[in-house]
């Protein structure tokens, strides 16, 4: 690594406000930048977010590279890759992070591929190793099978970069004496910026609980075939106050949408309690949980490899015990 | 309108049951083939379709992979692709994400389409990231997690981008463009016994190294910033207890243990 050990973190905001994934990632980047006695910087693009500025700078970041116009209030993909690109080259970073937002995960790959260098999605960690007497920055990714973890790690091309989900890493603590310099970016249009052009943002309120944040999470997997048997996972999630989940299958039958997948292509979550229903354990789901503090699971094959990875295994039909748990939680 | 569709072959048996075949069509026959198009691929492969119903023009699948791969290449034509290409040289095994993209687009390049399609990620590796990479290589705008499109005109479209939860960037584009699409997109439609008939008289080629000219630096293992560099059994420390007992007893531990774990 070079002498300065600069960390990057791209930082997204919506309306005016820093995202949580980014913040996680800020968290991640400033405990690389201390095990490599580093400095944390981070770039916010948008309109009138100086306040912004500031306020990553009370997260912890050393310095902010701040790029406003009003032309980038929204996501500019061509613009931001730009803007991104070119700080880059200028400045030389020796990591640069991302959140695993959609629009992290369209952003980070057009950085990447500009810049020329390696990309790494979704890790569920991010660490430095010494390899080969260097020290390297190393991801771990869920393997496809057996519970098996791949570690990937860049070659001599920097930034090393990597998109973040969110769950991996904590939200740093606020400091708002923490001190730091806030760049300021001169940002000029061009013409290849506006071959694309975001005109308009609608964000919402999710229409049933999310599993980021949720203290409880029940999750539906492949075994639950049936709307009746879905219901009752509803039903037991509604009755605790839990957020519901679930594998690829449940989700392509749409009883969960793209938002709760749990998983290495969905969320990772660590709540209280996770439950998993019908589920037989596939890495790329469980990678999704290991954080949880406390997991349930519940399904008809004994010898599913999930039993090995939860506290508590019920090896029956999710028919004969969910509706008999339903009734006791009632009389509760 | 010259319309490109990225598509790859995936190994993943959660998915062998999702693939459903006109009975009539024995002919491809996928349940012993450990190998499936991948599910979005089919999704970005109807929205081209749908294009060139919009507006006339060709369309051409791609992919890069092995020998074998052709097989999602066959499917494509039978669905109704009018043009199958097979990226497939030893020089391109080993490459990560940003060596893919590279020897995509140096395949695209000497097609200069109008729209390029891909699905928004594989369900095998689901990184998501070859498709904005193709398009930063051929210089053109991208959106990814596209759930719909209009074309204004020939040249222009609007996507709407899902940003979770319901939210959406809406996206004005001017061609060429890249669109990876999410399964929302679309209906696909059904391969007919018609379809596979037609598929065999079909153009289909296989290009190498040599055909793209691509530069050996770029491609395949030698291409790919990114490495494996060990793998190792996932650590799992947990109690373990298996329930037993009659069903109401069972119920009973079960709820007694959601108690415990969400009070403590």
């Known amino acids: 690594m070079s002498n300065n050990n600069n960390i990057w973190v791209w930082i997204e905001q919506r309306n005016g406000k820093l995202m949580d994934v980014s913040l996680q990632t800020l968290g991640k980047g400033i405990e690389l930048a201390e095990n490599l006695a580093g400095k944390v910087a981070a770039v916010l693009i948008g309109d009138n977010v100086e306040n912004l500025a500031k306020e990553i700078i009370g997260y912890g970041a050393d310095n902010v590279y701040l790029v406003s116009d009003t032309s980038l209030k929204l996501y500019q993909s061509r613009a931001y890759t730009r803007i991104i690109s070119e700080l880059i080259a200028l400045h030389k970073p020796d990591i640069m992070l991302m959140g695993a937002s959609n629009i992290g995960v369209d952003l980070a790959p057009a950085v990447a591929a500009r810049v020329k260098t390696g990309l790494t999605a979704h890790c569920s960690d991010l660490q430095i190793e010494t390899i080969d007497g260097k020290q390297q920055l190393v991801a771990t990714i869920p ?10 790690a860049w070659n001599d091309i920097k930034p090393w970069m990597a998109t973040v989900s969110s769950g991996v890493a904590e939200k740093p603590g606020f400091d708002e004496n923490k001190q730091g310099s806030v760049i300021k970016v001169d940002y000029e249009a061009m013409d290849e910026d506006l071959q694309i052009q975001t005109v308009e943002m609608i964000e919402k309120e999710p229409a049933s609980m999310p599993v980021e944040g949720a203290a409880v999470v029940v999750s539906a997997g492949k075994g639950v075939k049936s709307k009746e048997e879905f219901k009752l996972i509803q039903d037991l999630a509604e009755a605790l106050g839990a957020a519901v989940g679930g594998t690829r299958p449940a989700r392509d039958a749409e009883w969960v949408t793209n ?5 290495s292509s969905g969320k990772t979550i660590s709540p209280k309690l996770f439950i998993s229903i019908g589920a037989s354990g596939a890495a ?4 999704g949980f290991m954080k949880a503090k406390y997991i349930i699971a519940l399904d008809k094959d004994p010898s599913a490899p999930i039993f090995d990875m939860c506290d508590l295994g019920i090896q029956a039909d999710l028919n004969e015990i969910l509706p008999r ?7 509760s | 309108m010259k319309i490109v569709v990225c598509i790859k072959q995936i190994s993943d048996p959660e998915y062998f049951s999702q693939i459903t075949l006109d009975p009539v069509t024995g002919s491809i026959q996928r349940d012993k083939i450990p190998a499936i198009l991948n599910p979005l691929d089919e999704n970005a492969l109807e929205e081209g379709l749908r294009i060139k119903e919009q ?4 369309l051409t699948v791609v992919t890069m992979g092995p020998p074998g791969a052709r097989e999602v290449l066959d499917w494509a034509l039978a669905m109704g692709a009018d043009e199958a290409v097979l990226l497939s040289d030893r020089a391109f095994a080993g490459a990560d994400t940003l060596a893919t993209a590279y020897t995509l687009a140096e395949y695209l390049k000497t097609v200069e389409p109008d729209v390029v399609l891909c699905g928004n990620q594989t369900e095998d590796g689901a990184t998501a990231q070859v498709a904005p990479q193709i398009a930063e290589f051929l210089n053109i705008p991208h959106v990814t997690s596209v759930g719909k499109v209009e074309f204004l005109d020939e040249n222009t479209l609007t996507a709407i981008q899902d940003i979770e939860y319901g939210g959406y960037l809406k996206v004005k584009v001017k061609l060429p463009a890249l669109l990876a699409v999410i399964k929302g997109i679309n209906e696909v439609r059904d391969i007919t016994a018609e379809g596979i008939m037609n598929a065999s008289d079909k153009e289909f080629k296989t290009l190498g190294a040599a055909d793209l000219e691509t530069d050996p630096a770029r491609v395949g293992n030698n291409g ?5 560099v060990g793998t190792y059994k996932q650590e799992i420390d947990r109690q373990k207890e298996i329930l037993t007992g009659t069903q109401e007893e069972i119920a009973a531990k079960f709820l007694q243990k959601i108690l415990d774990a969400n009070i403590s």
């Open chain 1, 143 to 152: 393997g496809f099978s057996g519970g098996m973890i791949v570690k990937i």
């Open chain 1, 259 to 263: 938002d709760n997948l749990i998983g």
């Open chain 1, 284 to 287: 790329h789901y469980t990678t």
């Open chain 1, 325 to 331: 748990l339903l009734e006791q939680l009632k009389t």
């Open chain 2, 55 to 58: 507006f006339s023009g060709e």
């Open chain 2, 224 to 228: 790919s910033p990114t490495k494996v």
